[in-house]
């Protein structure tokens, strides 16, 4: 199989409700974001002949999905309050909020799945939250 693996990143506080410990309250990461594609053939058309993808195709993609949690707080739905949320969004805080609990775990699968929702045959997404702390995600 061949495989291609590019990168993007991303600034975001983030905190984990409900964890006993420095992570549940809010900080901030510059996240790295890492896919892996592959094929077992390279294409045949003129423009990407002899390619797996189109790099700056799929750096494009990356790069606008991470893009979309850059500079925000990043909360999962439901872990603070109405009024607190509403005071933050009446500040113009940018605020996303997630079904997940927002892991580098968690995020890992994310960008997987929104990679794979692009038609890339995805082998691999790892979510780095420092350089040395980092979760990878793949299906078997």
């Known amino acids: 199989m061949?495989?291609?693996?590019?990168?993007?990143?991303?600034?975001?506080?983030?905190?984990?409700?409900?964890?006993?410990?420095?992570?549940?309250?809010?900080?901030?990461?510059?996240?790295?974001?890492?896919?892996?594609?592959?094929?077992d053939e390279l294409r045949t058309d003129s423009q990407t002949r002899g390619m797996v993808v189109d790099f700056a195709e799929l750096k494009r993609d990356l790069r606008e999905l991470a893009d979309e949690f850059d500079h925000s707080l990043i909360i999962e739905k439901g872990s603070l309050r109405d009024k607190t949320l509403e005071a933050l969004k009446e500040e113009n805080f940018r605020i996303i909020e997630l079904e997940i609990r927002p892991t580098a775990e968690n995020f890992a699968k994310y960008f997987f799945d929104k990679m794979k929702e692009k038609e890339y045959r995805v082998v691999e997404v790892t979510v780095y939250e420092t350089k040395n702390n980092c979760a990878s995600y793949r299906e078997d």
């Open 2 to 39: 061949y495989t291609l693996k590019t990168g993007a990143g991303f600034d975001s506080a983030h905190f984990l409700k409900g964890y006993d410990g420095k992570c549940s309250n809010i900080h901030g990461h510059h996240w790295s974001v890492e896919v892996i594609v592959g094929s």
